[in-house]
Nanobody, 126 residues
């Protein structure tokens, strides 16, 4: 098992930037698909970015061109770099992982996630 803990959330004005990190502990040597999700009140948890087991990165259409993935520190899952933030980006952001075997693994839907962090709140003010 792996334990995940997000950090870096906060409140910024629209147009600003934030960087979220995900610290992993436990079994960090197994093979994982890694992802960032977010959820706003009354809405379904949605994928923001996925790093699949081939190292490919997929972003949600709503954040494409504004968000990026960068390599975190040792034992950290990839950071989520968020720029040009909008009020609609507000929500609870979760680091997530899916334990994988086989040749390829993708984890773009919340139903396929095995491990979740507790989340970090992001609030964008207009």
């Amino acid at each position: 098992q792996v334990q995940l803990a997000e950090s870096g959330g906060g409140s910024v004005q629209a147009g600003g930037s934030l960087r979220l990190s995900c610290a992993a502990s436990g079994d960090t040597y197994s093979r994982y698909c890694m992802a960032w999700f977010r959820q706003s009140p009354g809405k379904e948890r949605e994928m923001v970015a996925v790093v699949d087991t081939d190292g490919g990165v997929t972003f949600a259409d709503s954040v494409e061109g504004r968000f990026n993935i960068s390599k975190g520190n040792a034992k950290n899952f990839p950071d989520l770099q968020m720029t040009s933030l909008k009020p609609e980006d507000s929500g609870m952001y979760y680091c997530a992982a899916r334990s994988c075997s086989g040749d390829y693994c993708y984890c773009g839907h919340y139903s396929g996630i095995d491990y979740w962090g507790k989340g970090t709140q992001v609030t964008i003010t207009s």
